[in-house]
């Protein structure tokens, strides 16, 4: 006798309908896209990727402002979330800094 988790399985799995996860790349482009749309920003590189129960938190660190030099350019750190479909589910500006600030990456 199969338990309910594996019967349930088994059934999505029969019926075609067995949900597939995002993967990190794609929830990574995903999340870019999101904050681009919504900030306007660029994002310049993306400094952490964690998995989530549904989906993904992907921060992204965008230039807010741009300066010169470059080394007082304003940075900003964004947690981006995305279920299994790559649709956001939310976001959040974490932090902001000078780009020459140490220890920007912590």
């Known amino acids: 006798m199969r338990d309910t988790t594996e019967t349930d399985r088994h059934h999505r799995e029969a019926n075609g309908s067995r949900r597939r996860r995002l993967s990190g ?3 990574v482009d995903s999340a870019r896209a ?3 749309e919504l900030t ?3 994002s310049e ?3 952490g990727l964690t998995r989530v129960q549904d989906g993904w938190v992907v921060t992204v660190e965008v230039v807010e402002l741009e300066r010169v030099p470059r080394s007082t350019d304003i940075i900003a750190s964004y947690q981006v ?3 299994d479909e790559g649709e956001l589910m939310g976001y ?4 902001r800094y000078y780009r ?3 220890g920007c990456g912590e």
């Open 25 to 27: 790349n794609k929830a």
């Open 34 to 36: 999101y904050l681009e």
């Open 40 to 42: 306007g920003n660029a």
């Open 45 to 47: 590189s993306v400094s």
């Open 81 to 83: 979330e995305v279920n």
């Open 92 to 95: 959040e500006r974490v932090r």
């Open 100 to 102: 020459n600030q140490p």
